[in-house]
């Protein structure tokens, strides 16, 4: 069966100039997962069409056409990457008749493989289970190298929800890797939301070891310690693979997602959390989830998310 959905050309426009100056005249489209083996590193574009895992986590539907809204707007974004750096876009891995994890297996593949053939990945969701199936495929190559895989993830929800009747769903991700990982699961969740998050979860969360940080200390005034424990925790590993949570955003920046929140943190602190990651050189693996298009205002959402991508790939190139 193949999940693998090619790119289109559809999704990647923008202002025409003589140079290539936006990220649409960069991007080349690859079909069939023919995964590039040009020498150096380059950035790997796969999308995730998908929202099985919202609906068994009861959320609101729409998040299945987000890697399109999100690449309409990349792709109208200034380019300030290396003319050497080539972008790759591998299209879309889509979930069949409700079997999501059928486009775990794929995702998780596809994203070793293009960490085996020099890629920075760049996952575009789709609901927050792809970080279940992202990491999969990140932790297996670092753990290949006998390298300590940290996990950084900046959300509302800490997404340590058990499995329900027996299945993963988009509130369960970093449960199914600590399941799975066990003492090479290290978890740094920013952002977290009481509200959000029962007692039970921050049981979870102590018994899995999660380091993380609250609402009410994720505040741009409190900076100087936010910086301490993240540079504590890149200390502490070899690798780093983030996931960006939308909804881990105020609404007031992103209302264009599976579940909205007025309390959540804003652009400025999650951009210098960004910069301070991508510094660090230990960045491996980006996603960037829970784009809900069928929500959106003015595109707001769809463009908070073309921003983090552009950004994080800009650092991490610089």
Known sequence: MNLNQNPSASNWNGRKSDSTEYWHQAVQL?????????SGKKIGILGY????????????????????????????TALHLPDQVPILDYGDIVT????????????????YELLKSNHFPILLGGGHDLAYANGKGVSKYVLEKEEKLGIINLDAHFDLRPLANGKGHSGSPFFQLAEELKGDFHYL???????????SLFETAQKVKAKYLVME??????WEYIE??????LDSVNKVYLSVDLDGFSSAFAPGVSAPSPMGFDPHIAFKVFELIASSKKLISLDVVELNPKYDQDHATARLAA???????????E
Do not use: C
Request: aromatic share 6%.
């Open 189 to 199: 969740a920013l952002g977290i939301q009481r509200a959000g998050n029962p007692k």
């Open 217 to 222: 200390e994720f505040r741009l005034h409190n």
């Open 96 to 111: 069949l008749d409700g079997d999501m994890e059928a486009s775990h297996e794929a995702i998780s593949e596809i994203s």
């Open 307 to 317: 921003r983090t991508v552009e950004y994080i790939a800009r650092k991490i190139f």
């Open 30 to 38: 690859v079909s069939g997962l023919n995964f590039s083996t040009q």
């Open 49 to 76: 069409s998908g929202e099985e895992g919202v609906i068994r986590n009861q959320g609101r539907l729409g998040t299945q056409e987000a890697p399109a809204a999100i690449r309409k707007v990349l792709g109208s």
């Open 228 to 233: 301490e424990q993240i540079i504590w925790f």
